[in-house]
């Protein structure tokens, strides 16, 4: 029997790594590239317009957040490459998703909640590799 092909869940574990770059990565570069004159003027009305109504330094808090995203988004891509590199050398692992769903639960704790849309990319392809067969084709 050939061992299965895990392209789908390299699929949806690249898929849930891009948005979790451009939406993690362009939040904290925009963040810390601002000064905080900047962030008044321009970020803090589209987060208001948003129904984010910070309290208290609002561009702290920002820059707060903004570390705790790049540092997620570091533990996310570093468990997502160890899992694509175990799924493309040994697909017929299933204890391989557990490095995705380690990267979900990044991404949720990470972002404190808020993408967990992203998430359930790492947490989809974590539940492929405990579903789906290990074996393909017929055994002649």
């Given at each position: 029997?050939?061992?299965?092909?895990?392209?789908?869940?390299k699929w949806?574990?690249?898929?849930?790594?891009?948005?979790?770059?451009?939406?993690?990565?362009?939040?904290?570069?925009?963040?810390?590239?601002?000064?905080?004159?900047?962030?008044?003027?321009k970020i803090?009305?589209?987060?208001?317009?948003?129904?984010?109504?910070?309290?208290?330094?609002?561009?702290?808090?920002?820059?707060?957040?903004?570390?705790?995203?790049?540092?997620?988004?570091?533990?996310?891509?570093?468990?997502?490459?160890?899992g694509l590199?175990?799924?493309?050398?040994?697909?017929?692992?299933?204890?391989?998703?557990?490095?995705?769903?380690?990267?979900?639960?990044?991404?949720?704790?990470?972002?404190?909640?808020?993408?967990?849309?992203?998430?359930?990319?790492?947490?989809?392809?974590?539940?492929?590799?405990?579903?789906?067969?290990?074996?393909?084709?017929?055994?002649?």
């Open positions: 029997m050939k061992p299965v092909s895990r392209r789908p869940e949806i574990s690249g898929i849930g790594l891009a948005l979790a770059g451009l939406l993690q990565g362009g939040f904290t570069l925009t963040v810390n590239a601002s000064s905080e004159a900047e962030f008044t003027e803090l009305p589209a987060l208001q317009s948003a129904g984010i109504h910070p309290t208290g330094d609002a561009y702290e808090g920002a820059r707060t957040l903004a570390g705790w995203f790049g540092f997620s988004l570091i533990l996310i891509l570093a468990l997502c490459a160890v590199f175990i799924a493309s050398r040994r697909p017929e692992r299933r204890s391989t998703g557990w490095w995705f769903a380690g990267a979900g639960l990044a991404c949720l704790l990470g972002t404190q909640f808020v993408l967990y849309p992203v998430a359930f990319f790492f947490f989809l392809t974590a539940a492929l590799f405990a579903v789906r067969s290990t074996q393909q084709g017929s055994p002649s």
